[in-house]
């Protein structure tokens, strides 16, 4: 009898961390298993907002797929997908195809952008390496621009970011940290620089405890970060963000917009005929698809409801990673012919948002609430636990945030 093929599509927190789990609990003979990625790394999203305001190298946030896969055990193919065949169990990529008894599908997220006239065309998102590297770059060349133009333009130094949500909050708070260093090496006085956070709910960090809310804003307007609440973005052009506040218009000068309000799924889940809701799919309790057993879906691509709110749970890099653990469980049963699958129950341990490097909130171990450095602490934790996890303690010594006093 053939060994089944089991294909994993993404090298994301969930399809990584499927590809680590396996390659631990399958051997060789028991299964061949690929690893699909465009790129030969893979990289912590959740440090993205360091890299895009440059307070963080990207060389730190992207980790070489080689370095915590074992090429003997998990063929890795460095290729784009292009297109999925459920009903022939293939996966067409760039430059050839693959044929699956098994597939997980991690493909992860894309900028859902509400049809805001000029948003895709004029906005930064902070959703890849190469995305987090332009913003930075953009900010440093303005910066830069500023003093060499006969006529200074205050749109070079005003940076919008849309979305008071977590990814919002964090790039804020780093980029509040990075302004005063960046008016210092480019002769710039730092009120001339505004940071503008616009926010269409009516509070920021739409969901979190009111204190903690509080404490951050706090936080970042003492830094100079300038918030527009219940404010909706109507238009982004070149050089101005429109929004509505009010029933009034305003505008802002800025050729600098960082979207971080929105995502959905990858588009291809639904080119490919999977039913889904803005590219994520309805899944069994066990993570599979409902249309084909076969196929398992983790992190930004699968829609989970939480009971107890009847909400999607959010699709955070916590719930992607023990996605990953319950998929490579179930894969593994099914290797060996067990066909009972244990259902994904989410195990949430709390959340914590940086305030820039210095400060940051957050819930843990039954709701307690976390400010200031024990929270950066935490967080440093949290992100040294899941490299630990990944590729042992080598990983967290080279990639680690081990700086907790600082």
């Given at each position: 009898?053939?060994?089944?093929?089991?294909?994993?599509?993404?090298?994301?927190?969930?399809?990584?961390?499927?590809?680590?789990?396996?390659?631990?609990?399958?051997?060789?003979?028991?299964?061949?298993?690929?690893?699909?990625?465009?790129?030969?790394?893979?990289?912590?999203?959740?440090?993205?907002?360091?890299?895009?305001?440059?307070?963080?190298?990207?060389?730190?946030?992207?980790?070489?797929?080689?370095?915590?896969?074992?090429?003997?055990?998990?063929?890795?193919?460095?290729?784009?997908?292009?297109?999925?065949?459920?009903?022939?169990?293939?996966?067409?990529?760039?430059?050839?195809?693959?044929?699956?008894?098994?597939?997980?599908?991690?493909?992860?997220?894309?900028?859902?952008?509400?049809?805001?006239?000029?948003?895709?065309?004029?906005?930064?998102?902070?959703?890849?390496?190469?995305?987090?590297?332009?913003?930075?770059?953009?900010?440093?060349?303005?910066?830069?621009?500023?003093?060499?133009?006969?006529?200074?333009?205050?749109?070079?130094?005003?940076?919008?970011?849309?979305?008071?949500?977590?990814?919002?909050?964090?790039?804020?708070?780093?980029?509040?940290?990075?302004?005063?260093?960046?008016?210092?090496?480019?002769?710039?006085?730092?009120?001339?620089?505004?940071?503008i956070n616009v926010e269409a709910a009516p509070t920021a960090l739409p969901g979190f405890d009111p204190e903690l809310v509080e404490y951050a804003m706090n936080s970042l307007e003492a830094k100079g970060v300038d918030f527009k609440i219940g404010a909706m973005i109507k238009e982004v052009t070149e050089n101005k963000l429109v929004f509505e506040k009010d029933e009034q218009r305003e505008e802002i000068a800025t050729n600098t917009v960082v979207w971080a309000a929105g995502v959905r799924g990858n588009s291809l889940v639904e080119e490919s005929g999977f039913e889904a809701n803005r590219g994520r799919m309805p899944v069994e309790p066990d993570l599979r698809s409902k249309q084909y057993p076969e196929v398992f879906i983790v992190g930004d691509c699968a829609l989970i409801f939480n009971e107890e709110t009847e909400r999607p749970y959010p699709p955070t890099a916590q719930i992607a990673i023990q996605m990953a653990e319950n998929t490579a469980e179930n894969l593994t049963k099914l290797v060996s012919g067990d066909k009972h699958l244990e259902p994904f129950k989410p195990n949430l341990q709390g959340t914590v948002a940086s305030l820039g490097h210095d400060d940051a909130i957050g819930v843990v171990f039954d709701d307690k609430k976390l400010f200031g450095w024990s929270a950066t602490a935490m967080k440093k934790v949290i992100d040294n636990r899941y490299l630990l996890k990944l590729g042992g303690l080598g990983l967290v010594l080279k990639k680690g945030k081990l700086n907790f006093f600082k």
């Open positions: 009898m053939n060994n089944p093929n089991i294909v994993i599509l993404g090298a994301g927190y969930g399809g990584i961390m499927t590809a680590v789990k396996l390659q631990k609990s399958l051997g060789p003979n028991d299964a061949n298993i690929t690893l699909v990625n465009k790129h030969s790394y893979h990289y912590q999203t959740t440090w993205l907002h360091e890299n895009a305001a440059g307070t963080l190298h990207h060389d730190r946030t992207r980790i070489a797929i080689n370095d915590v896969v074992n090429t003997s055990q998990v063929n890795f193919v460095q290729d784009t997908v292009s297109s999925i065949l459920p009903e022939e169990k293939k996966v067409v990529l760039e430059d050839g195809e693959l044929s699956y008894d098994y597939l997980v599908i991690g493909l992860g997220f894309e900028a859902a952008t509400f049809g805001i006239p000029g948003l895709k065309e004029n906005a930064f998102t902070i959703n890849s390496i190469n995305s987090a590297r332009l913003i930075r770059q953009h900010i440093e060349y303005n910066f830069a621009k500023y003093n060499n133009e006969a006529n200074p333009k205050e749109e070079r130094l005003n940076i919008v970011v849309g979305g008071a949500g977590f990814t919002g909050i964090e790039f804020v708070g780093e980029l509040a940290n990075r302004i005063p260093e960046l008016c210092k090496e480019y002769d710039i006085p730092r009120e001339k620089v505004r940071l």
